[in-house]
């Protein structure tokens, strides 16, 4: 069984972005400024334990993206996939997630006979948790959303519980199917040293629209946010209850809280 | 391309609380383009469904009432949206963000080749397009987007917009057939878990969250029981979570629930970047910490510096007072 896991490589989780007219950048002055998007290391670890539990054979990583993005991947290697394919290309620039969709898609279809392709929840720049289910159009299979466990696979069928706003549904279906996944799933594990030495040698294949038979790019993005800005400051600075004990420190909130009229 | 559409989810006869405020946004959208509003049911059962949408405000229902929906499945419901858009041509299809609501949008978008926006808090329409307001960058930007496709598909999240009240209003429904049949549906719904009789965070119109200031299991007592007086869910900062003090469910943040509640009482957290990005667009946040300096104290209206097992119980007995 050949597995894929789709990745993306993020700004960090308290990396500290700036916008300048619609550009955003950003840093983290504590630590390492692009991860590997902290929903996708879900998505790495129930791949590698298609592996570990129930024979998977090949687990690869892929991911659309610049050529930074080399560095989730190798994350991604380290965690224990057996393989890594980065698609880069000038041609595949801000994507929105439909294009997105249909490079993912080309790429899994030149892999041929995968299985099981794995997602994350959402990626933490975009933030719109599209992708998976646009893939899983663009390659006619079942997706299957918001996966808290994979119960049983093999013999081309699949058995997963997922968790939906109201409750945990079981469902059943057949393969080939696009899984995202969230936190309940797994507790990822910590690439291991060697794991990290021997990603750091690999070589990822990179390939290019050309590649995929997308030459003429991935579609037009009928999506415009080209207008990205700071979130205006919360109004005022904050009042802090005073007095002469908890007990008037928490009647005079009350009143406050009554006048806001949020009670 | 003309019409704006909402997708009405549904469940024993009633439309979901998210629905009911995507059919105010959809009226923004809708009045704002000069366009008739749609609301889409479908279901197994769903006559009074349809009524219950009239009620709402939406000039049309386009419904199929068949087996197949009973229960949503997205291979069911989202062919036939995708075929009624083809047929029909909306300029506007708006859902909740559910999760429900997500799947529908993406494949329908996928199918027609459509722009697709999600997590709306705030739409404007603009000339012939809508404006859509979302949060990016794990809650720490805005976006100003549009959807340049001739049908936008939008989706909404849970707590953005009012919920539409009931109008008096009543129509007839144009029922359709389901687009595809049981056989030709691979997913099969095994079983079912429904959650039921607590405050679900993400409806939540109060909240009151614990953090590590909590010092343990036990020390959630006095934040669950002032969440319970005031009739709110009880949520948590992740290293309560991770200290396996509560239920992940309950985590707000990051990689936890995103809310936006009119009331956010933080008791013994401190405000990391994580946990702020999933509750800063909260309308009143309180802060309960026992240091003055605590980064929950730039976000907040209204602080107590104290001890939490001191304020919270005196919250809770000035609140029994009066409500
Ligand atoms: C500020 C901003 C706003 C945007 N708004 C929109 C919008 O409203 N509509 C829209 O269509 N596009 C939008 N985009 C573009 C969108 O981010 C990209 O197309 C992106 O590649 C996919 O969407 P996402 O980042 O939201 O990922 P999500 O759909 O949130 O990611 C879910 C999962 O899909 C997989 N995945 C996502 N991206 C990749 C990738 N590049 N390579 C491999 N796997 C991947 C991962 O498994 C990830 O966990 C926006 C981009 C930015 C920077
Ligand atoms: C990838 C990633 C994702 C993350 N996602 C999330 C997320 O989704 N949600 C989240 O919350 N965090 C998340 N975090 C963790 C986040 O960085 C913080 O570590 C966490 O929010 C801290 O929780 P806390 O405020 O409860 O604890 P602390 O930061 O330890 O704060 C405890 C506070 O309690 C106060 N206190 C102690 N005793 C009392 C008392 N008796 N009375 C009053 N006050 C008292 C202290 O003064 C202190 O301010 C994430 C981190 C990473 C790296």
Same mark, same amino acid.
């Given at each position: ?11 960090? $989780?308290?990396?500290?972005? /700036? ?40 687990? &690869? ?25 980065? !698609? ?38 975009? %933030? ?136 | ?115 697709? !926006? ?29 959807? $340049? ?52 965070? /993400?409806?939540?119109? &109060? ?33 309560? !979570? %991770? ?11 990051? $990689? ?27 309308? &009143? ?39």
């Amino acid at each position: 069984m050949k597995v894929v896991v789709s990745i993306k490589q993020t700004p960090s $989780t308290t990396a500290v972005l /700036t916008v300048n007219g619609g550009v955003v950048s950003w840093d983290d002055p504590g630590g390492k400024p692009n991860v590997l998007n902290p929903w996708d290391e879900y998505t790495v670890e129930e791949g590698v334990r298609l592996k570990e539990n129930h024979g998977a054979t090949d687990v &690869i990583a892929l991911t659309v993206g610049p050529e930074e993005s080399q560095d989730a991947l190798k994350t991604s290697l380290a965690m224990g996939c057996t393989e890594a394919i980065l !698609v880069s290309d000038p041609a595949l620039q801000g994507l929105d997630s439909l294009g997105t969709a249909r490079t993912l898609a080309a790429a899994i279809n030149k892999m041929g006979d995968v299985q099981v392709a794995i997602f994350g929840r959402q990626a933490i720049d975009g %933030d719109t948790g599209q992708t998976p289910v646009q893939v899983a159009r663009k390659l006619g299979w079942t997706p299957l959303t918001f996966v808290s466990a994979i119960k049983e696979i093999g013999g081309g069928k699949i058995t997963v519980e997922r968790l939906l706003d109201d409750g945990k549904e079981t469902v059943t279906t057949s393969l080939p199917v696009v899984i995202s996944t969230v936190k309940e799933i797994n507790e990822p594990r910590y690439p291991s040293l060697m794991g990290i030495r021997k990603a750091n040698r690999a070589e990822i294949p990179v390939w290019s629209a050309a590649d995929l038979g997308l030459a003429d790019g991935a579609g037009s993005s009928n999506v415009d946010w080209s207008n990205v800005y700071a979130i205006p400051p919360r109004g005022g600075s904050v009042q802090m209850i005073e007095g002469d004990s908890v007990e008037a420190q928490a009647k005079t909130l009350a009143d406050k809280l009554f006048e806001e009229k949020v009670i | 391309m003309s019409g704006v559409w909402v997708f009405l989810e549904n469940k024993e006869g009633k439309i979901a609380t998210g629905s009911r405020e995507a059919v105010s946004a959809a009226r923004t959208v809708a009045d704002g383009l000069g366009q008739e509003l749609t609301g889409l049911v479908f279901g197994e059962g769903v006559s009074g469904v349809a009524d219950a949408a009239f009620d709402l405000g939406v000039d049309a229902v386009l419904g199929a009432d068949d087996a197949t929906l009973g229960h949503f499945r997205v291979e069911a419901v989202g062919p036939l949206v995708t075929k009624l858009a083809q047929e029909h041509n909306p300029s506007v299809i708006l859902a909740s963000a559910s999760s429900r609501g997500r799947d529908l949008a993406a494949w329908v978008a996928a199918d027609l080749d459509a722009g697709l !926006v999600s997590d709306g808090v705030d739409v404007a329409v603009d000339g012939d397009k809508v404006k859509v307001t979302r949060p990016v960058y794990a809650g720490k930007l805005l976006s100003d987007v549009f959807a $340049t496709s001739s049908t936008q598909v939008i989706t909404l999240r849970n707590r953005a917009f009012p919920q539409a009240e009931p109008t008096g209003k009543s129509g007839s429904a144009t029922w359709v057939d389901a687009a595809v049949s049981e056989d030709a549906i691979p997913t099969k719904i095994v079983g079912f878990e429904g959650k039921e009789g607590t405050v679900s965070l /993400t409806d939540a119109s &109060i909240i009151v969250s614990g953090g590590r200031g909590v010092g343990g299991p036990e020390g959630f007592a006095p934040v669950k029981e002032l969440a319970d007086t005031l009739g709110g869910a009880l949520g948590a900062s992740r290293a309560a !979570v %991770d200290a396996g003090w509560i239920p992940y469910e309950h985590q707000v943040g990051q $990689t936890g629930k995103v809310v936006s509640p009119d009331l956010y009482i933080a008791a013994g957290i401190s405000g990391a970047i994580q946990h702020q990005a999933g509750m800063r667009t909260s309308k &009143i946040i309180v802060a309960i910490n026992k240091d003055a300096d605590a980064p929950i104290f730039k976000l907040a209206q209204y602080g107590i510096v104290g001890d939490l097992f001191k304020v919270l119980p005196a919250l809770t007995a000035e609140f029994k007072k009066r409500l």
